[in-house]
């Protein structure tokens, strides 16, 4: 359990607005005769809304460090909405790399981005292991093969067959099944010195977190979202390695190579490069499913 930490009010620079405690959900911050005190039940979850929206700097979080607060842009200065979509738009899972590697600092930058984003009761659990090693991710590409060679194997035996669907279960068996064309083709350039699992790409980001974590999945691909819309702006590539997530925590071996230790979630792969291509137009998506919920009025 975390320690209960709360903010501290300067009361020489309080003005008594009440602006921490209306965005306080937890209502760890309560209204009192000259400021604000942080006497409430709940606990407090270092989420910094009320040091974000003091005006007056009169507020301060022991778990949080000052020196990397960034003061917002105003308002009318913030990004335009138009600009904001073309960004969107312009992220594609990019599968054709140069040989440059991504600087350093470009990669911190990524994480950065990658940190601010939320997380389920601000637990902020996400680790990132960072290999840009080309043996290393060889080394990742080969296990990642061997697997799925094994697995195909397996399929095609009558008494593996057996086995595997009660290891992994029918659903995963149809859609190893489905997969099989990808499968093979992974394998297949393998063997023959190509990459369709990291795609020549000369950096990987793997983010796991504890499985004590119950929101450690989702924190770390809003954080993903985050990192892949920086990398564009960054004018970088980056691809989602589903084929890499989806075994890893079946192999001791994988995740060990992947720095993941025995109490984490392999949440996701994440590969990053220059792009050796260009995308010019963005094309259209499957409309959405949409409902606007209404409730039926009471029969009478």
């Not at 990669?107 to 659990?125: C, D, F, H, T, Y």
């Not at 043996?135 to 296990?143: F, N, P, S, T, V």
């Not at 394998?187 to 119950?214: C, F, K, M, Y």
Request: net charge negative; hydrophobic share 45%; charged share 25%.
């Amino acid at each position: 359990m975390r320690p209960d930490v709360r903010p501290v009010i300067d009361a020489d620079l309080c003005t008594n607005c009440g602006r921490c405690v209306a965005v306080c959900s937890l209502d760890v911050l309560v209204a009192g005769d000259e400021c604000p005190v942080p006497e409430g039940p709940a606990p407090c979850f270092a989420c910094g809304h009320c040091v974000a929206v003091c005006p007056t700097g009169a507020i301060s979080h022991p778990a949080m460090n000052p020196e990397h607060f960034r003061e917002l842009l105003p308002a009318d200065e913030a990004v335009d909405p138009r600009l904001l979509f073309d960004l969107l738009r312009r992220r594609r899972s990019v599968r054709r790399y140069t040989d440059e590697q991504v600087p350093e600092d470009a990669v911190m930058r990524l994480i950065e981005a990658g940190v601010v984003a939320p997380s389920g009761l601000n637990e902020q659990s996400w680790h990132f292991s960072i290999i840009r090693d080309a043996e290393h991710l060889a080394r990742i590409r080969r296990r990642v093969a061997a697997i799925y060679l094994c697995l195909l194997n397996m399929l095609d035996g009558p008494l593996s067959r057996l086995v595997l669907r009660l290891t992994v279960g029918s659903q995963a068996m149809e859609q190893m099944e489905e997969a099989r064309p990808l499968l093979e083709g992974i394998i297949n350039a393998q063997r023959e010195d190509g990459d369709r699992i990291l795609w020549g790409a000369p950096t990987l980001i793997v983010v796991h977190s504890p499985e004590a974590d119950p929101a450690g999945t989702e924190s770390a691909h809003y954080a993903v979202a985050n990192m892949m819309l920086m990398a564009t702006a960054m004018g970088l590539g980056t691809c989602l390695i589903g084929f890499l997530t989806a075994v890893a925590e079946r192999d001791d071996r994988l995740q060990e190579y992947l720095g993941v230790p025995d109490d984490h979630t392999v949440d996701a792969a994440l590969v990053v490069g220059y792009p050796d291509v260009e995308y010019l137009t963005s094309v259209d998506k499957r409309a959405a499913a949409i409902e606007f919920m209404q409730l039926e009025p009471p029969e009478r």
